[in-house]
Every structure is written in structure tokens, then in C-alpha cells.
């Protein structure tokens, strides 16, 4: 398994609660990661990916026009999708057992509940990289093959998101909004 090398990540945050993005941008800006695009929609989302490759996506569930489910199946299933395989990670305020299975079966690789912790989330896309799952597109099992910066040149060397110096005390980000 390759060391993940968080400064060479490219993320995209999709959020229409643009707060809750920024948040999220700093908490990964000081876990080293560099490159983060932000979206306030789904149609601005494909837009980005469109315009170059991510190593990561992470999307709200609650968000208008499009929610978080809709643009994960639009990004599994569509075949004009420019990311097919890039894993994603749903964050949101609500979260049942129901609904993660519902997310898990757009295509969803994990799911993180708010309000989070930077450590949680951190930690979450550590695993998800790390070791990314099998993604779903349609009714077809894919292999995680997201050709980008993680694969390129092994090996990755890891810088430990646990406990970043700029962030001190680990507070919990609440953006219930979505």
C-alpha cells in the first residue's frame, strides 16, 4: 500500500453552505493539502472536474438544485463524467443507516456525519485513499483507478494529518445546513 503524500492531493469540496467549505479548505490546507477546489453546486462541481483530474471528492448530501446522492450517481453513471472513479466521501448532517446505505449504492466510498472533527475527517480520508473500495457505476463493480498524483510516482511518503500544529485543539465544525 502507497504512503499517502497529503500535499499533493487535489480535493474538490462541493457544498452550497460556503462557510462550511471554507472550514473544511482549512482544515485540509493544514493537513498539507494544497490543492483544494470548492463548488456551491453540483453543476460548478462537474464544471471543475471537467477542467482537470481530482484525487478526491468530498460532497454535502443536502444541497439544491442537485443533492449530494444525485451528483455521485451523475458522477458514477453519466458517460460524459470525467471521474468515474474518484473516491468520494458524503458529509452531512443527517445520516441514518437508511441513508448511508442509499449513499453507499450511488457510488459513495464513505460517509462522515456532521458535526465532524477535523481528526475524524482526516482520519477518514486517510482510509479512504489508503486503501479506496471498490466503487460502484451503475450495476458494475469498478476497481478503485483513479490515474493521478497518488499512483505516480511510489513510493508516497506520508505526512500524518492526526493532529495538525495549526489547527491545536481538535473542535468540532457543526454546518448543519446540509
Given at each position: 500500500?502507497?504512503?499517502?503524500?497529503?500535499?499533493?492531493?487535489?480535493?474538490?469540496?462541493?457544498?452550497?453552505?460556503?462557510?462550511?467549505?471554507?472550514?473544511?479548505?482549512?482544515?485540509?490546507?493544514?493537513?498539507?493539502?494544497?490543492?483544494?477546489?470548492?463548488?456551491?453546486?453540483?453543476?460548478?462541481?462537474?464544471?471543475?472536474?471537467?477542467?482537470?483530474?481530482r484525487?478526491?471528492?468530498?460532497?454535502?448530501?443536502?444541497?439544491?438544485?442537485?443533492?449530494?446522492?444525485?451528483?455521485?450517481?451523475?458522477?458514477?453513471?453519466?458517460?460524459s463524467?470525467?471521474?468515474?472513479?474518484?473516491?468520494?466521501?458524503?458529509?452531512?448532517g443527517?445520516?441514518?443507516?437508511?441513508?448511508?446505505?442509499?449513499?453507499?449504492?450511488?457510488?459513495?466510498?464513505a460517509?462522515?456525519?456532521?458535526?465532524?472533527?477535523?481528526?475524524?475527517?482526516?482520519?477518514?480520508?486517510?482510509?479512504?485513499?489508503?486503501?479506496?473500495?471498490?466503487?460502484?457505476?451503475?450495476?458494475?463493480?469498478?476497481?478503485?483507478?483513479?490515474?493521478?498524483?497518488?499512483?505516480?510516482?511510489?513510493?508516497?511518503?506520508?505526512?500524518?494529518?492526526?493532529?495538525?500544529?495549526a489547527?491545536?485543539?481538535?473542535?468540532?465544525?457543526?454546518?448543519?445546513?446540509?
Amino acid at each position: 500500500m502507497a504512503r499517502l503524500d497529503w500535499s499533493r492531493l487535489r480535493v474538490l469540496v462541493v457544498d452550497d453552505n460556503a462557510y462550511f467549505r471554507k472550514v473544511v479548505r482549512t482544515v485540509l490546507n493544514a493537513a498539507g493539502v494544497a490543492r483544494v477546489a470548492e463548488a456551491g453546486d453540483a453543476e460548478e462541481a462537474m464544471a471543475l472536474l471537467h477542467s482537470g483530474p481530482r484525487d478526491l471528492i468530498l460532497v454535502d448530501y443536502v444541497m439544491s438544485p442537485v443533492d449530494g446522492l444525485a451528483f455521485c450517481r451523475i458522477v458514477r453513471n453519466e458517460a460524459s463524467s470525467p471521474a468515474p472513479r474518484v473516491p468520494i466521501i458524503l458529509v452531512s448532517g443527517h445520516i441514518n443507516p437508511a441513508e448511508v446505505q442509499q449513499a453507499l449504492n450511488a457510488g459513495v466510498n464513505a460517509v462522515v456525519g456532521k458535526p465532524i472533527s477535523a481528526r475524524a475527517l482526516l482520519r477518514e480520508i486517510k482510509q479512504t485513499l489508503s486503501d479506496p473500495p471498490l466503487v460502484r457505476r451503475a450495476d458494475t463493480v469498478l476497481d478503485p483507478d483513479h490515474a493521478s498524483s497518488l499512483d505516480a510516482d511510489p513510493p508516497i511518503q506520508e505526512a500524518e494529518p492526526e493532529a495538525p500544529a495549526a489547527l491545536g485543539p481538535q473542535p468540532v465544525i457543526d454546518g448543519r445546513a446540509g
